[in-house]
Every structure is written in structure tokens, then in C-alpha cells.
């Protein structure tokens, strides 16, 4: 059923640059989040504190109850069992095929046979659709491929947990319309927990359950995807329509007269999808795949989401 990771008043610095303070969040069990933030805000370094890799300076991270910022190495490597991650590049050995790359942490960790690792093996290259690229390196293959083999190698372990490092970087619109489907297909599936840092809205408008946006060495909100993409807070509005005027500038933050000028001159930003009471607009949420069986959480967001639309086309 996943677990649920409970981060509470993190801070994490590097000298005196502070990446961001006093971070507090729940990842619910089995759920799907979303890290989003302009670069440089310290998505990838929340994720490695999250595996333990960087130590925070303040708070806590609690994984199953334990809070991982406090364990001593042989500790952390158990609790490190229960992630998988799937790197921006895939992270794959350039050396190994992609059979034995996916094999790789199961001859590392485990003490099974190799035709029971040929079994898992060939089981998760099936989910993300490489079977039959079994013998190929990973130059010799897509950026695409490349990421589907790492999440299949992130899987090998069964893991509680997945951190995905923007998946879909690198990646053209349509492979990221089919990574995204994979990964709401494999949350139904497996129902890990998943947090995804990302710099596509429109995955972060469609994927998730939640939505948190790290700022100004802060994390500005997180919460439910609703919440968020009705939300009236200037940073996360400016953010999940991806415009220049804003509180967000290109290189730092603007100052708050010019930001209110902007504002004021834009009006009110449309789009397509439902109109919320705040005049945001709700994009569908993507719903696992036909023939992907759904869990009773699947069953009930598929429910709401169907009520949700059906008022858009009776009010139109
Ligand atoms: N090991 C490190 N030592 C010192 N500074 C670091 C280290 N790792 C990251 N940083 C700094 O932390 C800041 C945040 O980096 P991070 O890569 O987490 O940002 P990000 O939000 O993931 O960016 P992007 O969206 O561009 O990938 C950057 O200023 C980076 O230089």
C-alpha cells in the first residue's frame, strides 16, 4: 500500500546558501505528488534528503515512524530499501544491457536464483514495455527507453516508495503523454507512494493527488491538485499557467510593484477543463488505462472526476 513519508520543519543549507527552511509535508500512503518550483529551488536536493543522501541541518523526515535524519548508515541503507528512484538520465551502466542494468540490484541486494531474476526481470520490463529490448545498451536506445528501463530497474525491488527526477526531461510531448500514462497505469498497479519532480505542468495538471511548489526558499503550498490549481496565491497561479508576469522573475524574485502592475494589467488567465469557483480552470485528472485493474482508490477518484466534468458539459 506504499507508505507515508512526514516531513516536518526541514531546513537544509549548503554554507551559508540556505536551499530552503522550515519544509513541512505529508506524502500520503499510495498517493501521487507532485514537486514543482523554477530551477535552482532545490527539487533534486529535497529529494535526496528525503533517501537520506543529504543531511538537513533542522526537522525531521519520518518513514514508516522512523525519522530517517537521525539513523546511523546500516540503518539508513535498510530503510533506503524501501525507495526506488528513477534518475533524469535512467542512471544506467553504459556497459550493460538493458536485461542485466534491471537485473543489476537484485544480484546486488537479494539472494535469488537467476531464474527467479529472470522472472522479475522480464515481469517489470513487461510493465513499462521493453520486452523484447532485453539484449540492447543503453546508447543504442531512445531517451524514452532509456527512462522506462531505469523505472523498471527502480522496480526490481518491489519499493514502497518512488522518487521520480523529472522524468520527462529531454522527452518530446507525445513520449510524455505515454510516460505519464505509465506512471498513473503503475500506481494503480503497485501502489506505491510516488513524488515526482517535474517541470511540465501539464503532467503536474493531470497526474497527481497533490501539488507542492518549493519558492523563495520556501515551499509556498502543498496540497491536494484541486486546491492548488484553483488557488489564488500569485506564485501558484503564475506557475501552473507558466507566465512571465508574476511574483516569479527570470533570474531572482521581481519587486512587489512591478508584480502588482502585471497583475493588475492581466486580467484573468482561461484555458480548457472545468471552471472552479475561482475562475481557475480544473484539468481532467488522467485515470489508469483500460485493462489496468483499479483499486478502490482509482474507483473513487474515477467517480469524482466523472461527476466533476459532467457539470462542465451540463452548464455549458
Ligand atoms: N552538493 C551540493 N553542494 C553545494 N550546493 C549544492 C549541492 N547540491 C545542490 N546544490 C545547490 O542547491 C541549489 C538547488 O539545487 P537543485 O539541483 O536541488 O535545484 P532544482 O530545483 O532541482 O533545479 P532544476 O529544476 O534546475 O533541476 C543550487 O543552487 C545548487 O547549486
Same mark, same amino acid.
Given at each position: 500500500m506504499g507508505v507515508e513519508i512526514c516531513v516536518e520543519g526541514l531546513t537544509k543549507s549548503f554554507g551559508h546558501q540556505v536551499i530552503w527552511q522550515d519544509v513541512s509535508l505529508t506524502l500520503p500512503a499510495g498517493e501521487v505528488s507532485?514537486?514543482?518550483?523554477?530551477?535552482?529551488?532545490?527539487?533534486?536536493?529535497?529529494? @535526496?534528503?528525503?533517501?537520506?543522501?543529504?543531511?538537513p541541518e533542522r526537522g525531521s523526515v519520518k518513514i514508516a515512524g522512523r525519522d530517517i535524519t537521525r539513523l546511523r548508515e546500516h540503518d539508513l541503507h535498510e530503510v533506503r530499501k524501501l525507495f526506488g528512484v528513477l534518475f533524469q538520465d535512467g542512471a544506467l551502466f553504459g556497459s550493460m544491457n538493458l536485461y542485466d542494468n534491471i537485473a543489476f540490484p537484485l544480484r546486488e541486494h537479494t539472494r535469488k536464483s537467476e531464474s527467479e531474476i529472470r522472472r522479475i526481470?522480464?515481469? @517489470?520490463?513487461?510493465?513499462?514495455?521493453?520486452?523484447?529490448?532485453?539484449?540492447?545498451?543503453?546508447?543504442?536506445?531512445?531517451?524514452?527507453?532509456?527512462k522506462r528501463a531505469g523505472l523498471a530497474r527502480a522496480l526490481v525491488l518491489d519499493p514502497e516508495i518512488i522518487l521520480f527526477d523529472e522524468p520527462d526531461s529531454g522527452l518530446d510531448p507525445v513520449r510524455v503523454a505515454y510516460l505519464n500514462q505509465l506512471i498513473v497505469d503503475l500506481n494503480a498497479q503497485i501502489d506505491a507512494t510516488f513524488l515526482i519532480v517535474t517541470h511540465d505542468?501539464?503532467?503536474?495538471?493531470q497526474v497527481p493527488d497533490n501539488i507542492g511548489l518549493l519558492f523563495r =526558499?520556501?515551499?509556498?503550498?502543498?496540497?491536494?491538485?484541486?486546491?492548488?490549481?484553483?488557488s489564488e496565491e500569485p506564485v501558484v497561479r503564475q506557475?501552473?499557467?507558466?507566465?512571465?508576469?508574476?511574483?516569479?522573475?527570470?533570474?531572482?524574485?521581481?519587486?512587489?510593484?512591478?508584480?502588482e502592475q502585471e497583475l493588475a494589467a492581466l486580467g484573468d488567465g482561461g484555458g480548457k477543463g472545468t471552471r472552479s469557483p475561482g475562475s481557475q480552470t480544473?484539468?481532467? =485528472?488522467?485515470?489508469?488505462?483500460?485493462g489496468i485493474h483499479r483499486p478502490p482508490r482509482w474507483e473513487a477518484i474515477a467517480r469524482r472526476e466523472a461527476a466533476l466534468h459532467q457539470e462542465t458539459v451540463v452548464d455549458a
Open positions: 507532485v514537486m514543482l518550483g523554477p530551477s535552482g529551488t532545490g527539487k533534486s536536493v529535497f529529494l @535526496k534528503t528525503l533517501v537520506g543522501l543529504l543531511k526481470v522480464l515481469e @517489470k520490463m513487461d510493465m513499462v514495455g521493453l520486452i523484447g529490448a532485453e539484449e540492447k545498451l543503453p546508447g543504442e536506445i531512445s531517451g524514452g527507453m532509456r505542468i501539464a503532467s503536474a495538471r =526558499r520556501e515551499l509556498v503550498m502543498f496540497g491536494p491538485r484541486e486546491e492548488l490549481l484553483t506557475f501552473l499557467n507558466g507566465r512571465m508576469q508574476g511574483p516569479i522573475g527570470m533570474a531572482e524574485e521581481k519587486d512587489a510593484a512591478q508584480v480544473l484539468t481532467p =485528472r488522467l485515470l489508469p488505462g483500460p
